[in-house]
């Protein structure tokens, strides 16, 4: 497949996603009246539904807070953990003595639990180029498929731009915002037409699978 006939499904694509959206705002619009948004109850018109005087839920008997036999989520500790950071002190709190490794009498432990700082990596794929000894004509090695520009998004940062996209429907404005910020460095540039158009086709193929996943379940 050629790369214009990509590029036109790609921009087809994304022109559906923007459809699809459009579409899901025009439903959320029509379904809001004063019960589920800020609008004021003359706005209900005809429509409006009936007033329920008091709390349908009915009394359990149990008592509030967490029942007998219930796990918690507290967070535990592991046996194993990826770093460990020494810490010391040089003098005591008591009496400001000087404090040595030999005075040490054990360790107190704390753990943090925290996601690692984001850091992009660049994968520089390098095509050999041949030139043949019989019919001196030139070959190329093929790249892997995806890899189609001299700089472009790998497939996790593009995966992830799509998920908070289509999934948290954050705009593809913020979206760029968010990747230039946390993700990419100062001196790459944030999403540009191409990355965007990548993110509507995906977002495309994201919002097929989970009807796919919705009609399988239903």
Excluded: W
């Excluded at 948004?37 to 429509?47: E, H, R, Y």
């Excluded at 709390?55 to 967490?66: D, T």
């Excluded at 036999?69 to 592991?78: A, C, E, F, I, S």
């Excluded at 497939?155 to 979206?175: F, G, S, T």
């Amino acid at each position: 497949m050629s790369s214009e006939v990509c590029a036109l499904i790609d921009r087809l694509l994304l022109q559906i996603a923007v459809l699809e959206r459009e579409v899901a705002d025009l439903r959320r619009q029509l379904g809001k009246d004063s019960s589920n948004s800020s609008k004021p109850p003359s706005s209900d018109g005809l429509g409006k539904k009936p007033r329920i005087a008091g709390s349908l839920r009915g009394k359990s008997g149990k008592k509030s807070g967490g029942q007998s036999g219930h796990k918690g989520g507290t967070l535990r500790r592991v046996a194993t953990p990826d770093f460990i950071v020494e810490h010391s002190a040089v003098c005591c709190v008591h009496c400001q003595a000087g404090l040595f490794a030999a005075m040490a009498t054990g360790a107190e432990a704390r753990q943090v639990f925290d996601l690692p700082a984001p850091r992009l990596e660049v994968t520089e794929h390098r095509g050999q180029i041949y030139s043949c000894a019989r019919c001196r004509k030139t070959t190329k090695a093929a790249f892997p498929a995806g890899v189609i520009g001299p700089a472009q998004y790998g497939a996790r940062l593009r995966a992830a731009a799509i998920y908070l996209n289509a999934q948290q429907l954050i705009p593809e404005d913020r979206v760029a915002e968010i990747m230039d910020d946390r993700l990419v460095p100062r001196q790459h540039c944030c999403l540009g037409p191409s990355q965007s158009a990548g993110i509507g086709a995906g977002r495309s193929r994201h919002h097929n699978k989970i009807s796919g996943k919705s009609g399988a379940a239903s």
